[in-house]
């Protein structure tokens, strides 16, 4: 029997599923083997130089900042441990703030101090006020090769410049906050959901001191006339209008002058937004045909173009004082009649509507039958 | 602030993670190809089969456990089935569907190997119906074909459709292992599409060389002799593997900064001789060579199989270690 078949012999005594711990045991030898033999690879190395095997991370601390819950979820809390109590509201925190993404690291992942101790002097030792300035590579972290336009807004903002900076370890004098302060207590710029006045921006601006934080050559006092230092039109008008022309506000972009529209916006018409008639971005495709927004209330009498007898500045119930075909039709269309709003006399129909005047009108009791034109005298 | 250091916890993980996933493959492959049929006990299928979960389960923990928050708040592990935009969840969803079909198919092959399991079960089971009178009734409330419990089960009709959708969620394991460090883009070295692949190869790679290399040679020796292709097999993958790793590197030192000095950690710097010696030597050049040999043979001996199967796991568990502690994150 030569050594294989010998062994072959020995194992095949094994049971089957003894392959299963067999295989188990041996992928643990290795990996404990693996753990030996590292260090004294290690301590072979010609090299001897750590590396950062570090990965940069934000800690996480939501679990060691209970401490802060107590006083900042609750008014009277504050009120009681504040110098001044008047302005202990400023530090009231939304309780459900601690569940979006950034409030879900805790407040001392980013304001420091200690969150488990019940001590405010204690507890706001080494306190951050605002990590992005403090520590602003904590924020590039996460967000990298962050959009100089923001998608969907057509804003520009200086996001490449200010990472840039932020990498590079360069002073600078923006910072993640001044535009998103409030992420970690429930604002959220991304989704849109709650929007940023652009008055945070006209502010920041007014009090920046040094303009060449986010601009860098170029002639600045030309951009600064103009919103598209910070606003890309997305309208083909851009070029021949500036955005003042029909935005008057700086709230929100829904507000605008309808005097600017080229052509005369009667009534109502000057209150719809842009983009009821117009398709967005760039005003193609108008709808001026009345039945594309109007639904006739006489599918059987007239067409599509309303305007033939009403006025587009009135209300739908009096017919156009100009409409002189209503003459034609019915030679009593004067005087009071005009005043009759139309349903006064189209009951049920627009057509075939019987032109007597008993149809409206009954004879007085002062009048017999045989009486019947009564404009002969009227 | 607490930094997160990845070492040896992930790195286990991922070379679990991947080594079950490879093991899983190998047991499908003989499986599906019918090879396990060929004789009458395939230690190969029996071991891949069911090594694949317990590997992959405890790889599992090892990362529940590196984590940390799953421990100290485990109520909001299900919210980390929830957030699509995570790898992180893709890779949840696939282990969680992965797992039970392992164990599954771990079961399904033991029983097949000892038929004797299910007259065992058969028999405890009437115990238990004795001494409880209750078992009987309950058992008659479930419906008449869950009562029938045959003898012998269709084995291979149920292990191959275990086997076809366990295989297609075993790739997805081993290359979502590459992929959760491939998109982190702070660590510049890992930030490369080859990483995947290359612990795909590494883990089919693995995969036979724990099931096939070490645990059936050690179950039967003369294993080498009926599957005399094989050899040629292992060639093609550590050939795949050595490529994908050149590759990985010089990829990484062409694009210069973090990801050049990872590379040079592995190579020249204090990561090199467990590279060289270890990865490289013992567990590429040493096992192919073993697989010309035997390919020119037709079989190799008992030991020599041993190590290169040992070669090739140690391999692939320092592959997974190198590439996480020579990580440089970008310079901030």
Redesign the interface.
Known sequence: MN??EM??HQ??R???????P???G??GF??V???I??PA??A?????????????????GR?ISDGCHDCHFSLPALQASADDPVHAEAYLIEPESIHTTHGSLGCV?CHGGDGEVADKETGHRGLIADISQAHP?QC??CH??LPDQVPGDELLVPHQLVESK??H?EPGNLFCSDCHGGVGHGFDPVSGEIYCSMMICVDCHTEQEDCSTCHQGGDLEAQMTGCDLCHDSPHDVGEQLTCPCCHTSVETWQEIDASSHPVELPGRHGQVHCFECHTWPNFKGLHYICTDCHRSGHTEWGDDECTQCHDPGATWDIVASTWDKHVELWDMYKGDHLQVKCQGCHFETYTGLDPSCDTCHSLPQSHDESYTKCWLCH | ????????LIA?YL??GG?GAG?FMMAAVFELSGLRYEHD?C?TA??GA??SG??ILVGVLLLVFDLG?GL??PWRIPLMFTNFGSVMTWGIWILTLFLPICFLY?LLE?MH??PGIMVWVRKRLRLLARRWRFLPRLWRLLPRPLRVMPEVLPYRWIKRIVCGAGIVLAVGTAVYTGVLLSV????PLWNTPILPALFLVSAISTGMG??FD???T?????IHRRYTAMPLVHMFFIGLEVVLLALFLIVSLSRGGEAAE?AR?IL???????FW??VIGFGMVYPFMVHVYAFARHSHG?LSGILSG?GI??AG??VR?LI?????????
Not at chain 1, 44 to 60: C, F, Q
Not at chain 2, 268 to 274: C, E, K, L
Request: glycine share 8%; proline share 7%; aromatic share 8%.
């Open positions: 050594h294989n062994h072959l194992v095949r094994w049971p089957r599923w003894a392959v299963v067999i295989g188990l041996l992928a290795a990996v083997l693996g753990l033999l590292e690879g290690y072979l190395s010609p090299v001897k130089v750590e590396p950062t095997a570090t990965i940069p991370a934000v800690g996480y679990d992942a590579e590039i972290i990298q090769d932020i990498v370890g | 602030m607490a930094e997160h250091h990845w070492g040896w286990i070379f679990l080594m093991s006990f230690p029996m071991a069911g090594v317990p590997l928050a100290r708040e771990g033991l190997n000892q982190v883009k702070a660590v724990l099931s070490l645990a059936a050690l179950a039967l020796p003369e990872s950690l020249i710097g204090n990561r090199s001789v467990v010696v270890l008992f040992a796991v140690i568990l320092f270690y996480v502690a020579a990580a440089i994150p970008i310079t901030m």
